[in-house]
C-alpha cells in the first residue's frame, strides 16, 4: 500500500485538506481530489501549458508537481479568477470578446500565465505577450486573439488602477 | 502517464537530505521537477525513494562571497534571471536565462537540477563551463568543489557519488565590465539549443583581449570549450578580422548528429552564432573600457 | 451579452462563458458513481506475432479489477474486427483492426489487452505488468519501400501490401504531352503529421443490464455513427446505445474515426457491469491516434510557352498505415484536389495507397487536400521558374476565369456526383491578395533588403475547398411551453463555434437573442438523426437543416397567430420573440403563449387544422460539395546566419460563402493557416527505419507557438453559395490548404537561387541549409 500524506492548502483562497499519496501529480488532486475541473491536462510533460496555475503566485505547470509539494501553499486556478455566481474579470471579459478561444480547453492554462503576466507587467506589448504565452499550447485560434485580448484587459486594469 | 509508485521524502535541513541520500536505495533529487517529472511521468525512471530539496530554505541563496557569485543548489531559475547581484556580477546568467524554456519552467526549475540533468542541448552548463564554476557537492562524508569541466562524468551523468548532493555553484567573478554574450538558436522560443555559445572576454589596460572564455553548448553530449579560438584571440585586439577566425574556430569541431539536426548543421551555427557572441561580447567589453 | 442579431453579426459565441471560468465539461470531468479507469497494453514492435499474453501478475496488482484480452471480450463481442467505415469498390483488401490485437501487432501502439482498475495511476502500474510474449517481425516503414516485391509484408499471411489502386484520368493526355512546348517534372514528398487537440481522445462506457442500456460519453467528432458502430459490434439494439458528447476540447480530425480501442473500452463495459472512463494520455494520441503521413508525388506537366498547363500525370504514393480505418478518402480527396482553381485539361494520376507497420492514416485538418493543393502549386512555380515567368503571373493565366463559374470539372467526388465549382471569382480573389501584400512594389522591397545583405520572400498559393459534404444533417427546431427556443442537431461541437452560428441561424426567424437559443449537439439519446463534425461541413448541412426547420416553425407560429389574431400572415411580424400585427406595437403574442396554443392540456382541445407541438425536423440534403476558394500571400525573411525562416506579413483572402458570424469565420482561418504553418516549417512525426516511432512527446513534435507565428489578415469576399439556402460555405479546413505553398514558394523567392528547389515538407532551418549548400555545390 501507497503511504498517505496529509496535506493542507489554500486553492482560491479557500482552505482544503486531503490524503495524497506520493505520486499523486497537482493536476490530478486538483481535478480529481478537490473537483476544480477547470485546470486541463493535455500533455503530462510539462510543455502544452493547459495544466498551468499559480502557486504562491508563480506560473507552474501542474503536471509536473506533487500534491505533497502545496502542502502549506496558495494555489490559484481559473475557477478562482471570478466569483461562481459574479461578474468575469477584465482578462476573462476581454477573451469572451475578442475570441481568445475556441474549444476552450487551453483557455484556463493561458488565463492563469496571463494573470501572472499582467500582474508583474501591467503595460505588456504584443512581443511580450507573445512571449509570455509561448509556453501554452493552442491548437485552435492562432494566438492572435489571445493577444489581443491581453492588451485589452491590461488597458481595463490600467484605467481601473489609475481611479 | 502517472508517475510509478515511490516512497516521497521532503528533508527540511541538509543535513537530513545527505542522511537520506546515504542510506536510501535507488533514490531521486526532486528539485524543481522540470526534468524528473516528465521522466516519472512518461516511465523513463523507476526510483524507490524520492528525495524532495525544496523544503530546505539553506539550499537556495544568491551571494557574492570571496570572489565570487555563489548561487544554491534550490535557487529558482526565476529568482537568477531577476537579481540585481547577478546582473551585476554575471549578467550573462541572465542573458542565457532568457532562452531557458519559458516562465513556468524558470519559476520551479532550478539552477543546481538544470546543472545536474546535463542535458546536451541545455543553456545552464555551457554557461557555468565558461565561467569556469565550481560545483559544489555534499555528502555525509564531508563537502568538497569539482571544477564545472570535469562535472560531465558522461551523457547526462555528473560525477558525484551515489550519496552526494549537490549544494551550490561557484561562480569566480570576472572583471567588472567583462564583455559577455550568450547566442543560442533553436526551433521555437523556449526550446533546447540546437547550439548555444557562451563568450566571455576581459580587455586588458593595452585594450587587447586579456582573457577569454568561449564555450558551445549543444554541439556534443556535454559542453565544448573552444580552447584553439580562446588562445588566438588572447593577446590580439577585438578587430573583426580576428573575432570572425575565431569564430570559424568554433566550426572546427566534433559535433554529434541526430534525426532532426545534422552534424555540419551544427557546426555550421556554431560558426554563426560564435561570430555573434563574440561581436556583442567585444562590444560591451569595449564600451566599458 | 449578445442582443437581437442578425445572420452576418458577429455576435458573441454562446459556448463561451463557462469556458472561460473554468466551467467546460470535458470527458475527464465527467465522473459515474462506481466508475473504474483503463489502461491499455499497447504494442512497443512496429511488427510482431504475439505468442502469448500473460496477465497473472498483472491481476494481482493492487486496485486491478480485470486485465482482459480479446479472448475475454468476445463474447461481448458480434465481431472481432472492425469494419471499414468508407467501403469502396477501389479497395483491394479490407484491413480492419481487431478490438485487441489477436495474433499480430501490426504498429507501434496498438492495443492488446485494457486494464481495468481503481485508478488510472494503478491500471499503468499493472500494465507495465503484462507480459507479452513477442515474436518480432520484419517492419515495413515507408510507403515506396513497402510497395516493392522484395518489401516485407506489413500484414503477415495477406499477398501485398497494396491497399488500394486507382487512376484519376480524363482528358487526352497524350495529346497534351505531345503538344506541349515544354515539360517540367516535379516529384515532391509530403509529410502531415498528427491532429494534436489538446484535449485528447476519450470516453466513458457504461453498461446497465434492466433494462439494457449502454450510454456512452465520448469526446467525438462523430456520435452517431459511434452510436451505430457499438450497436453492431456489441449486438445492441436500437434504443439500447445512447451516446453522449460533452464539450470536447478539439478534434481536428482524431476524433473522427471510430477506433478498436473504444470498442475494447465499451465492451468491457458491458462485460464487466461497471462505468469505465479511459483518457487518451498524449503518447498515446502520438502512437494510437489517426494521422495523415506521408505522400510521394512523381508528376510530369506538359505546358505550353506562355504558362499554360494543357496536361499533368504522375504516379502518388500513399501511406496508409496498418488498417484502413476510413478507406482511400485521404488518397482520393488528395487526387482529386490537385487541379485546384485551375484550367487542366488532361490529368492523369495513377494513386497507389500503401499499408505501413505505421499508426493508421485517416483525416487530420485537410484530409488530403493539402497535400494536393501544395502539389499544384509547386508545379506552377516549377513552371514559372523553367519559362522564366513570374510565379504569379503564371497563376493568372491558368486559373478559371469568372465568367466560367459555375465550372464542372470532369471529375466526379466519391459519392459519383461531379465535382462542380458552384461560384466565386478566383481571379479576384489573387487580385485582393496581391493588393493587400503590396505585390507590385515586391521587386523593389527585395532589391533594397539584398542591398543591406537581407534575404526576404514572397509567395502566393491558391487553393479550393470542397465543403459541406453530405448525405445531410439534421436540425431539430422546438418552442416548448415554457417559450425557449430549443434547437437540436446532428452537429457535433469541437470549438469552432458552430452551436452558435445553429443559434443565430435560428434566432433569425424569431428575432430572437441567439443567448437564449438552447442547442443541443452530440446526444444521440435527444438527436435522432446525425452525421457528425468532419469535412468543413456542419455550417452548410447542419445550418441549413436548421434554417428549414426554424423556419417551418416560424411559419407555424404565424399561422397560430393568425388564427388568434384573425389576421392574415401576411399582416404579422415576429420582433423580439413577439407576434404582432405590423403597425400595431401592443398587443402581440410572445411565443410561450403560442407554443401553448398548441401544446394541449387534457379536456381543451388544440384548435382545428393544427398538429400539436410546436416544432419541425429537417433533414438538408446536399446536391452537391459547395466550393470554397482561398489565397494566401506570404512575405518571409529567412536569417542567413541560421536559414531559420520568420514570417513578417500573411493575408488570407477566402471565399467562405455567406458569413453567418465572420468572427468565427475568420477563427476558423486563422486556426487553419497556422496548422498549415505547423505543416511547412514544424510538424514532423518522425519514425525511424523500423517503424518505430521517434517523435512522441510535444518537445520533438513541434507544435506552433505563439512567437513563432506572424498576425494572420484575413479579408472575406462573399460569394454566396447557389447550393443551400442560407449561400453559406464552409472554412474549417480552409486555412490549411495553400499554407504550406505559400510559405515553400515564399522561401524560395528569399533564397532566390535557381538551384534551390524545396521538394519536401516539413522543411526546417537544417533541411535549408543542406539544400543551399547543394545548390552552391551544383552552380
Given at each position: 500500500?501507497?503511504?498517505?500524506?496529509?496535506?493542507?492548502?489554500?486553492?482560491?483562497?479557500?482552505p482544503?485538506s486531503?490524503?495524497?499519496?506520493?505520486?499523486?501529480?497537482?493536476?490530478?488532486?486538483?481535478?480529481?481530489?478537490?473537483?476544480?475541473?477547470?485546470?486541463?491536462?493535455?500533455?503530462?510533460?510539462?510543455?502544452?501549458?493547459?495544466?498551468?496555475?499559480?502557486?504562491?503566485?508563480?506560473?507552474?505547470?501542474?503536471?509536473?508537481?506533487?500534491?505533497?509539494?502545496?502542502?502549506?501553499?496558495r494555489?490559484?486556478?481559473?475557477?478562482?479568477?471570478?466569483?461562481?455566481?459574479?461578474?468575469?474579470?477584465?482578462?476573462?471579459?476581454?477573451?469572451?470578446?475578442?475570441?481568445?478561444?475556441?474549444?476552450?480547453?487551453?483557455?484556463?492554462?493561458?488565463?492563469?500565465?496571463?494573470?501572472?503576466?499582467?500582474?508583474?507587467?501591467?503595460?505588456?506589448?504584443?512581443?511580450?505577450?507573445?512571449?509570455?504565452?509561448s509556453?501554452?499550447?493552442?491548437?485552435?485560434?492562432g494566438?492572435?486573439?489571445?493577444?489581443?485580448?491581453?492588451?485589452?484587459?491590461?488597458?481595463r486594469?490600467?484605467?481601473?488602477?489609475?481611479? | 502517464?502517472?508517475?510509478?509508485?515511490?516512497?516521497?521524502?521532503?528533508?527540511?535541513?541538509?543535513?537530513?537530505?545527505?542522511?537520506?541520500?546515504?542510506?536510501?536505495q535507488?533514490?531521486?533529487?526532486?528539485?524543481?521537477?522540470?526534468?524528473?517529472?516528465p521522466?516519472?511521468?512518461?516511465?523513463?525512471?523507476?526510483?524507490?525513494?524520492?528525495?524532495?530539496?525544496?523544503?530546505?530554505?539553506?539550499?537556495?541563496?544568491?551571494?557574492?562571497?570571496?570572489?565570487?557569485?555563489?548561487?544554491?543548489?534550490?535557487?529558482?531559475?526565476?529568482?537568477?534571471?531577476?537579481?540585481?547581484?547577478?546582473?551585476?556580477?554575471?549578467?550573462?546568467?541572465?542573458?542565457?536565462?532568457?532562452?531557458?524554456?519559458?516562465?513556468?519552467?524558470?519559476?520551479?526549475?532550478?539552477?543546481?537540477?538544470?546543472?545536474?540533468?546535463?542535458?546536451?542541448?541545455?543553456?545552464?552548463?555551457?554557461?557555468?563551463?565558461?565561467?569556469?564554476?565550481?560545483?559544489?557537492?555534499?555528502?555525509?562524508?564531508?563537502?568538497?568543489?569539482?571544477?564545472?569541466?570535469?562535472?560531465?562524468?558522461?551523457?547526462?551523468?555528473?560525477?558525484?557519488?551515489?550519496?552526494?548532493?549537490?549544494?551550490?555553484?561557484?561562480?569566480?567573478?570576472?572583471?567588472?565590465?567583462?564583455?559577455?554574450?550568450?547566442e543560442?538558436f533553436?526551433?521555437?522560443?523556449g526550446?533546447?539549443?540546437?547550439?548555444?555559445?557562451s563568450?566571455?572576454?576581459?580587455?586588458?589596460?593595452?585594450?587587447?583581449?586579456?582573457?577569454?572564455?568561449?564555450?558551445?553548448?549543444?554541439?556534443?553530449?556535454?559542453?565544448?570549450?573552444?580552447?584553439?579560438?580562446?588562445?588566438?584571440?588572447?593577446?590580439?585586439?577585438?578587430?573583426?578580422?580576428?573575432?570572425?577566425?575565431a569564430?570559424?574556430?568554433?566550426?572546427?569541431?566534433?559535433?554529434?548528429?541526430?534525426?532532426?539536426?545534422s552534424?555540419?548543421?551544427?557546426?555550421?551555427?556554431?560558426?554563426?552564432?560564435?561570430?555573434?557572441?563574440l561581436?556583442?561580447?567585444?562590444?560591451?567589453?569595449?564600451?566599458?573600457? | 451579452?449578445?442582443?437581437?442579431?442578425?445572420?452576418?453579426?458577429?455576435?458573441?459565441?454562446?459556448?463561451?462563458?463557462?469556458?472561460?471560468?473554468?466551467?467546460?465539461?470535458?470527458?475527464?470531468d465527467?465522473?459515474?458513481?462506481?466508475?473504474?479507469?483503463?489502461?491499455?497494453?499497447?504494442?512497443?514492435?512496429?511488427?510482431?506475432?504475439?505468442?502469448s499474453?500473460?496477465t497473472?501478475?498483472?491481476?494481482?496488482?493492487?486496485?486491478?479489477?480485470?486485465?482482459?484480452?480479446?479472448a475475454?471480450?468476445?463474447?461481448?463481442?458480434?465481431?472481432?474486427?472492425?469494419?471499414?467505415?468508407?467501403?469502396?469498390?477501389?479497395?483491394?483488401?479490407?484491413?480492419?483492426?481487431?478490438i485487441?490485437?489477436?495474433?499480430?501487432?501490426?504498429?507501434?501502439?496498438?492495443?492488446?489487452a485494457?486494464?481495468?482498475?481503481?485508478?488510472?495511476?494503478?491500471?499503468?502500474?499493472?500494465?507495465?505488468?503484462?507480459?507479452?510474449?513477442?515474436d518480432?517481425?520484419?517492419?515495413?516503414?515507408?510507403?515506396?519501400?513497402?510497395?516493392?516485391?522484395?518489401?516485407?509484408?506489413?500484414?503477415?499471411?495477406?499477398?501485398?501490401?497494396?491497399?488500394?489502386?486507382?487512376?484519376?484520368?480524363?482528358?487526352?493526355?497524350?495529346?497534351?504531352?505531345?503538344?506541349?512546348?515544354?515539360?517540367?517534372?516535379?516529384s515532391?514528398?509530403?509529410?502531415?503529421?498528427?491532429?494534436?487537440?489538446?484535449?485528447?481522445?476519450?470516453?466513458?462506457?457504461?453498461?446497465?443490464?434492466?433494462?439494457?442500456?449502454?450510454?456512452?460519453?465520448?469526446?467525438?467528432?462523430?456520435?452517431?455513427?459511434?452510436?451505430?458502430?457499438?450497436?453492431?459490434?456489441?449486438?445492441?439494439?436500437?434504443?439500447?446505445?445512447?451516446?453522449?458528447?460533452?464539450?470536447?476540447?478539439?478534434?481536428?480530425?482524431?476524433?473522427?474515426?471510430?477506433?478498436?480501442?473504444?470498442?475494447?473500452v465499451?465492451?468491457?463495459?458491458?462485460?464487466?457491469?461497471?462505468?469505465?472512463?479511459?483518457?487518451?494520455?498524449?503518447?498515446?494520441?502520438?502512437?494510437?491516434?489517426?494521422?495523415?503521413?506521408?505522400?510521394?508525388?512523381?508528376?510530369?506537366?506538359?505546358?505550353?510557352?506562355?504558362?499554360?498547363?494543357?496536361?499533368?500525370?504522375?504516379?502518388?504514393?500513399?501511406?496508409?498505415?496498418?488498417?484502413t480505418?476510413?478507406?482511400?478518402?485521404?488518397?482520393?480527396?488528395?487526387?482529386?484536389?490537385?487541379?485546384?482553381?485551375?484550367?487542366?485539361?488532361?490529368?492523369?494520376?495513377?494513386?497507389?495507397?500503401?499499408?505501413?507497420?505505421?499508426?493508421p492514416?485517416?483525416?487530420?485538418?485537410?484530409?488530403?487536400?493539402?497535400?494536393?493543393?501544395?502539389?499544384?502549386?509547386?508545379?506552377?512555380?516549377?513552371?514559372?521558374?523553367?519559362?522564366?515567368?513570374?510565379?504569379?503571373?503564371?497563376?493568372?493565366?491558368?486559373?478559371?476565369?469568372?465568367?466560367?463559374?459555375?465550372y464542372?470539372?470532369?471529375?466526379?467526388?466519391?459519392?459519383?456526383?461531379?465535382?462542380?465549382?458552384?461560384s466565386?471569382?478566383?481571379?479576384?480573389?489573387?487580385?485582393?491578395a496581391?493588393?493587400?501584400?503590396?505585390?507590385?512594389?515586391?521587386?523593389?522591397?527585395?532589391?533594397?533588403?539584398?542591398?543591406?545583405?537581407?534575404?526576404?520572400?514572397?509567395?502566393?498559393a491558391?487553393?479550393?475547398?470542397?465543403?459541406?459534404?453530405?448525405?445531410?444533417?439534421?436540425?431539430?427546431?422546438?418552442?416548448?411551453?415554457?417559450?425557449?427556443i430549443s434547437?437540436?442537431s446532428?452537429?457535433?461541437?469541437?470549438?469552432?463555434?458552430?452551436?452558435?452560428?445553429?443559434?443565430?441561424?435560428?434566432?433569425?426567424?424569431?428575432?430572437?437573442?441567439?443567448?437564449?437559443?438552447?442547442?443541443?449537439?452530440?446526444?444521440?439519446?435527444?438527436?435522432?438523426?446525425?452525421?457528425?463534425?468532419?469535412?468543413?461541413?456542419?455550417?452548410?448541412?447542419?445550418?441549413?437543416?436548421?434554417?428549414?426547420a426554424?423556419?417551418?416553425?416560424?411559419?407555424?407560429?404565424?399561422?397560430?397567430?393568425?388564427?388568434?389574431?384573425?389576421a392574415?400572415?401576411?399582416?404579422?411580424?415576429?420582433?423580439?420573440?413577439?407576434?404582432?400585427?405590423?403597425?400595431?406595437?401592443?398587443?402581440?403574442?410572445g411565443?410561450?403563449?403560442?407554443?401553448?396554443?398548441?401544446?394541449?392540456?387534457?379536456?381543451?382541445?388544440?384548435?382545428?387544422?393544427?398538429?400539436?407541438?410546436?416544432?419541425?425536423?429537417?433533414?438538408?440534403?446536399?446536391?452537391?460539395?459547395?466550393?470554397?476558394?482561398?489565397?494566401?500571400?506570404?512575405?518571409?525573411?529567412?536569417?542567413?546566419?541560421?536559414?531559420?525562416?520568420?514570417?513578417?506579413?500573411?493575408?488570407?483572402?477566402?471565399?467562405?460563402?455567406?458569413?453567418?458570424?465572420?468572427?468565427?469565420?475568420?477563427?476558423?482561418?486563422?486556426?487553419?493557416?497556422?496548422?498549415?504553418?505547423?505543416?511547412?516549417?514544424?510538424?514532423?512525426?518522425?519514425?525511424?527505419?523500423?517503424?518505430?516511432?521517434?517523435?512522441?512527446?510535444?518537445?520533438?513534435?513541434?507544435?506552433?507557438?505563439?512567437?513563432?507565428?506572424?498576425?494572420?489578415?484575413?479579408?472575406?469576399?462573399?460569394?454566396?453559395?447557389?447550393l443551400?439556402?442560407?449561400?453559406?460555405?464552409?472554412?474549417?479546413?480552409?486555412?490549411?490548404?495553400?499554407?504550406?505553398?505559400?510559405?515553400?514558394?515564399?522561401?524560395?523567392?528569399?533564397?532566390?537561387?535557381?538551384?534551390l528547389?524545396?521538394?519536401?515538407?516539413?522543411?526546417?532551418?537544417?533541411?535549408?541549409?543542406?539544400?543551399?549548400?547543394?545548390?552552391?555545390?551544383?552552380?
Open positions: 500500500m501507497e503511504r498517505k500524506h496529509a496535506i493542507s492548502v489554500t486553492v482560491n483562497d479557500h482544503y486531503g490524503e495524497v499519496v506520493g505520486r499523486t501529480t497537482l493536476a490530478d488532486f486538483l481535478r480529481h481530489g478537490l473537483q476544480l475541473t477547470g485546470t486541463h491536462v493535455g500533455c503530462e510533460h510539462g510543455v502544452c501549458g493547459a495544466c498551468t496555475v499559480l502557486v504562491d503566485g508563480s506560473s507552474v505547470r501542474s503536471c509536473l508537481m506533487l500534491a505533497v509539494q502545496v502542502h502549506g501553499r494555489v490559484e486556478t481559473v475557477e478562482g479568477l471570478a466569483p461562481a455566481d459574479g461578474a468575469l474579470s477584465h482578462l476573462q471579459s476581454a477573451f469572451l470578446e475578442h475570441r481568445g478561444l475556441q474549444c476552450g480547453f487551453c483557455t484556463p492554462g493561458m488565463l492563469m500565465t496571463l494573470t501572472e503576466l499582467l500582474r508583474t507587467d501591467p503595460d505588456p506589448d504584443e512581443q511580450m505577450i507573445r512571449v509570455a504565452v509556453g501554452n499550447i493552442c491548437r485552435c485560434t494566438y492572435q486573439n489571445i493577444v489581443d485580448a491581453t492588451l485589452e484587459a491590461a488597458a486594469y490600467r484605467a481601473e488602477r489609475s481611479q | 502517464m502517472k508517475p510509478p509508485p515511490f516512497e516521497y521524502h521532503a528533508p527540511s535541513t541538509i543535513e537530513d537530505a545527505l542522511n537520506l541520500a546515504a542510506t536510501l535507488n533514490a531521486k533529487i526532486l528539485a524543481g521537477g522540470q526534468s524528473l517529472m521522466m516519472l511521468n512518461m516511465r523513463y525512471a523507476f526510483p524507490d525513494h524520492v528525495i524532495d530539496l525544496n523544503l530546505i530554505p539553506e539550499l537556495a541563496y544568491i551571494r557574492e562571497d570571496g570572489g565570487a557569485l555563489k548561487l544554491g543548489a534550490l535557487t529558482r531559475q526565476r529568482a537568477v534571471e531577476r537579481s540585481v547581484l547577478v546582473q551585476k556580477l554575471h549578467p550573462i546568467l541572465q542573458e542565457a536565462l532568457g532562452h531557458v524554456g519559458h516562465i513556468q519552467t524558470r519559476n520551479r526549475g532550478t539552477i543546481g537540477g538544470s546543472l545536474c540533468h546535463l542535458d546536451p542541448s541545455a543553456e545552464l552548463p555551457g554557461v557555468v563551463t565558461a565561467i569556469c564554476g565550481e560545483i559544489e557537492v555534499a555528502s555525509v562524508r564531508g563537502r568538497r568543489s569539482i571544477p564545472m569541466a570535469q562535472f560531465p562524468a558522461f551523457y547526462m551523468t555528473p560525477a558525484i557519488d551515489e550519496d552526494e548532493i549537490v549544494t551550490g555553484v561557484s561562480l569566480p567573478l570576472w572583471t567588472p565590465g567583462h564583455g559577455f554574450a550568450f543560442e533553436a526551433r521555437r522560443h526550446d533546447f539549443a540546437v547550439a548555444a555559445v563568450v566571455l572576454i576581459e580587455l586588458g589596460r593595452d585594450r587587447q583581449i586579456s582573457r577569454a572564455a568561449i564555450v558551445l553548448a549543444g554541439i556534443g553530449s556535454a559542453p565544448v570549450r573552444v580552447a584553439a579560438a580562446e588562445q588566438f584571440i588572447v593577446g590580439r585586439a577585438p578587430t573583426q578580422d580576428v573575432l570572425a577566425q569564430a570559424a574556430m568554433c566550426r572546427d569541431v566534433e559535433a554529434r548528429a541526430d534525426a532532426y539536426t552534424a555540419d548543421y551544427r557546426r555550421y551555427l556554431a560558426g554563426v552564432l560564435g561570430g555573434r557572441a561581436t556583442r561580447a567585444a562590444d560591451r567589453a569595449r564600451a566599458h573600457h | 451579452m449578445n442582443k437581437q442579431s442578425r445572420i452576418g453579426d458577429s455576435v458573441l459565441r454562446i459556448e463561451d462563458p463557462p469556458l472561460v471560468r473554468g466551467d467546460g465539461c470535458y470527458i475527464d465527467i465522473h459515474q458513481a462506481e466508475m473504474l479507469e483503463v489502461a491499455f497494453v499497447r504494442s512497443p514492435h512496429a511488427h510482431a506475432r504475439i505468442l499474453i500473460d497473472q501478475e498483472a491481476l494481482s496488482r493492487p486496485g486491478i479489477v480485470a486485465v482482459l484480452t480479446l475475454d471480450l468476445s463474447p461481448a463481442l458480434a465481431r472481432e474486427q472492425l469494419p471499414i467505415q468508407y467501403p469502396d469498390p477501389n479497395l483491394a483488401q479490407d484491413l480492419g483492426p481487431f485487441l490485437a489477436k495474433n499480430e501487432a501490426i504498429y507501434v501502439g496498438e492495443p492488446i485494457i486494464v481495468v482498475a481503481e485508478s488510472r495511476y494503478l491500471a499503468e502500474d499493472a500494465a507495465a505488468r503484462v507480459a507479452v510474449d513477442f518480432p517481425l520484419p517492419a515495413a516503414a515507408d510507403c515506396k519501400e513497402a510497395f516493392a516485391s522484395s518489401a516485407p509484408l506489413v500484414h503477415s499471411g495477406r499477398k501485398t501490401n497494396v491497399v488500394a489502386e486507382f487512376r484519376q484520368s480524363y482528358g487526352d493526355i497524350g495529346s497534351a504531352f505531345s503538344r506541349a512546348d515544354d515539360r517540367v517534372s516535379v515532391l514528398k509530403q509529410h502531415r503529421g498528427g491532429a494534436h487537440p489538446i484535449e485528447g481522445r476519450g470516453l466513458i462506457a457504461a453498461y446497465e443490464r434492466s433494462p439494457r442500456r449502454l450510454t456512452v460519453w465520448a469526446s467525438t467528432q462523430l456520435a452517431h455513427e459511434l452510436r451505430v458502430s457499438l450497436m453492431r459490434m456489441l449486438d445492441l439494439d436500437e434504443n439500447e446505445v445512447r451516446i453522449i458528447t460533452p464539450d470536447v476540447g478539439g478534434g481536428f480530425g482524431a476524433k473522427y474515426c471510430i477506433y478498436a480501442d473504444e470498442v475494447a465499451a465492451a468491457a463495459a458491458v462485460k464487466l457491469r461497471r462505468p469505465l472512463k479511459w483518457i487518451e494520455d498524449r503518447r498515446e494520441h502520438f502512437t494510437a491516434a489517426v494521422q495523415e503521413r506521408d505522400q510521394y508525388w512523381d508528376l510530369e506537366v506538359a505546358c505550353t510557352s506562355d504558362g499554360r498547363m494543357l496536361g499533368v500525370r504522375g504516379t502518388m504514393f500513399h501511406d496508409q498505415g496498418a488498417y480505418l476510413q478507406g482511400i478518402n485521404i488518397a482520393f480527396n488528395s487526387a482529386t484536389s490537385f487541379p485546384g482553381p485551375y484550367v487542366l485539361p488532361a490529368y492523369d494520376l495513377r494513386v497507389v495507397s500503401v499499408t505501413t507497420n505505421k499508426v492514416t485517416a483525416a487530420v485538418r485537410g484530409a488530403g487536400y493539402p497535400q494536393g493543393t501544395f502539389a499544384m502549386e509547386r508545379c506552377l512555380d516549377r513552371i514559372a521558374t523553367k519559362l522564366g515567368l513570374d510565379r504569379v503571373e503564371v497563376r493568372r493565366r491558368n486559373l478559371i476565369p469568372a465568367d466560367k463559374i459555375p464542372t470539372t470532369p471529375m466526379k467526388s466519391r459519392s459519383g456526383s461531379p465535382i462542380v465549382y458552384d466565386g471569382d478566383f481571379p479576384a480573389i489573387l487580385d485582393i496581391l493588393k493587400e501584400i503590396d505585390y507590385g512594389t515586391f521587386p523593389q522591397r527585395q532589391a533594397k533588403a539584398r542591398a543591406e545583405g537581407r534575404f526576404i520572400g514572397l509567395g502566393v491558391c487553393g479550393i475547398k470542397g465543403t459541406g459534404r453530405g448525405p445531410y444533417e439534421s436540425g431539430l427546431v422546438r418552442i416548448g411551453p415554457s417559450g425557449t434547437v437540436y446532428g452537429a457535433a461541437e469541437m470549438g469552432q463555434g458552430i452551436r452558435t452560428a445553429l443559434a443565430q441561424i435560428c434566432a433569425e426567424q424569431f428575432g430572437a437573442n441567439p443567448d437564449k437559443i438552447s442547442v443541443v449537439t452530440g446526444d444521440t439519446g435527444t438527436v435522432p438523426l446525425g452525421m457528425g463534425g468532419f469535412s468543413s461541413r456542419q455550417t452548410v448541412t447542419a445550418g441549413s437543416s436548421v434554417h428549414l426554424a423556419s417551418r416553425v416560424r411559419e407555424k407560429v404565424l399561422k397560430i397567430a393568425s388564427h388568434i389574431f384573425e392574415d400572415v401576411d399582416d404579422l411580424e415576429i420582433i423580439d420573440g413577439t407576434v404582432r400585427i405590423k403597425g400595431v406595437p401592443r398587443d402581440g403574442l411565443l410561450q403563449q403560442i407554443a401553448n396554443v398548441v401544446y394541449g392540456s387534457p379536456g381543451y382541445a388544440i384548435p382545428k387544422n393544427f398538429d400539436p407541438g410546436l416544432e419541425s425536423a429537417e433533414t438538408f440534403l446536399p446536391s452537391g460539395l459547395t466550393y470554397g476558394m482561398g489565397c494566401h500571400a506570404v512575405e518571409l525573411e529567412i536569417d542567413i546566419g541560421t536559414y531559420a525562416p520568420r514570417i513578417s506579413r500573411y493575408i488570407v483572402v477566402n471565399d467562405s460563402g455567406r458569413l453567418i458570424n465572420p468572427k468565427i469565420v475568420e477563427g476558423q482561418i486563422v486556426g487553419g493557416v497556422v496548422h498549415g504553418i505547423g505543416n511547412a516549417l514544424f510538424e514532423w512525426m518522425g519514425f525511424d527505419d523500423n517503424a518505430q516511432p521517434i517523435t512522441t512527446t510535444f518537445a520533438e513534435y513541434l507544435l506552433p507557438t505563439s512567437t513563432e507565428v506572424p498576425r494572420i489578415k484575413v479579408i472575406l469576399p462573399e460569394y454566396p453559395s447557389p443551400n439556402p442560407l449561400g453559406v460555405k464552409g472554412v474549417g479546413e480552409s486555412g490549411v490548404l495553400p499554407a504550406a505553398a505559400a510559405i515553400v514558394s515564399a522561401i524560395e523567392s528569399a533564397m532566390n537561387s535557381p538551384a528547389e524545396i521538394a519536401e515538407i516539413p522543411i526546417s532551418p537544417n533541411q535549408l541549409f543542406a539544400l543551399s549548400q547543394t545548390a552552391r555545390k551544383g552552380a
